[in-house]
């Protein structure tokens, strides 16, 4: 049983009782209804994305390496860039002492 179909049993569910009901519960029962109804429409919206067959992505990863394809540049890691020189005297205060 999907999760749409099971939130539209749980809301029959509460209409039957509410249907049974004569107390101020009646309102709080047909609440639960409209509840029970929005999440059975909204869970029916939820779009997954594209399926992806693996063992055919991987099939195509392999051949790229194997025949020298198109490869992409592999990330910059922490260490591969210089180290930032430290600040000297700035010029204008050198002029100044000598």
């Not at 939130?7 to 029959?12: G, P, S, T, V």
């Not at 390496?65 to 910059?76: M, N, S, W």
Request: charged share 30%; hydrophobic share 35%.
């Amino acid at each position: 049983m999907s999760e749409s179909d099971q939130f539209r049993q749980y809301a029959e569910e509460a209409l039957l009782w509410a249907a049974q009901s004569i107390t101020k519960e009646k309102q709080l029962l047909l609440e639960l209804v409209c509840t029970w109804t929005q999440a059975a429409v909204a869970s029916e919206r939820t779009v997954t994305g594209p399926v992806v067959n693996l063992m055919e992505a991987l099939r195509r990863s392999v051949e790229t390496q194997r025949t020298g394809g198109e490869r992409r540049k592999p990330a910059p890691r922490a260490g591969d860039h210089p180290a930032p020189k430290k600040a000297g005297r700035s010029s204008a205060r050198a002029k100044k002492a000598g």
